[in-house]
């Protein structure tokens, strides 16, 4: 299984951006898909998170200006960020727990993809 996360890059403050995060593999379904958030020298920290029901959950620094959403037919986490802020800036990373077609539970990350919020 592996995740493949896209659509960092550069923009301004204010602006808006959509990361992308699709699973492939051996998967036979998926629970929870989120989006994590980690600058040089700080811990890792949630972002985001989406139930497979549809529930959803976001870190209070975010809340209201992100809204993170799944296509399941796709294996396909999004994460729409609006309203970018300099604080903003990191390198943001997916993860998604993952049954397995072996019928076992794992817990995988994407690669990483960096927002940087400057003018």
């Known amino acids: 299984v592996q995740l493949q996360a896209s659509g960092g890059g550069l923009v301004q403050p204010g602006g808006s951006l959509r990361l992308s995060c699709a699973a492939s593999?051996?998967?036979?379904?998926?629970?929870?898909m989120a989006w994590y958030r980690q600058v040089p020298g700080k811990q890792r920290e949630l972002v985001a998170v989406?139930?497979?029901?549809?529930?959803?959950n976001y870190a209070d620094a975010v809340w209201g200006r992100f809204t993170i959403s799944r296509e399941k037919v796709k294996n396909t986490s999004y994460l729409q960020m609006n309203n970018l802020k300099s604080e903003d800036t990191a390198v943001y990373y997916c993860?998604?727990?993952?049954?397995?077609?072996?019928?076992?539970?794992?817990?995988?990350w994407g690669q990483g993809t960096l927002v940087t919020v400057s003018s």
């Open positions: 993860n998604a727990e993952v049954v397995r077609l072996s019928g076992d539970l794992a817990e995988y």
């Open positions: 593999g051996s998967i036979s379904s998926i629970n929870d």
């Open positions: 989406i139930t497979s029901g549809g529930g959803v």
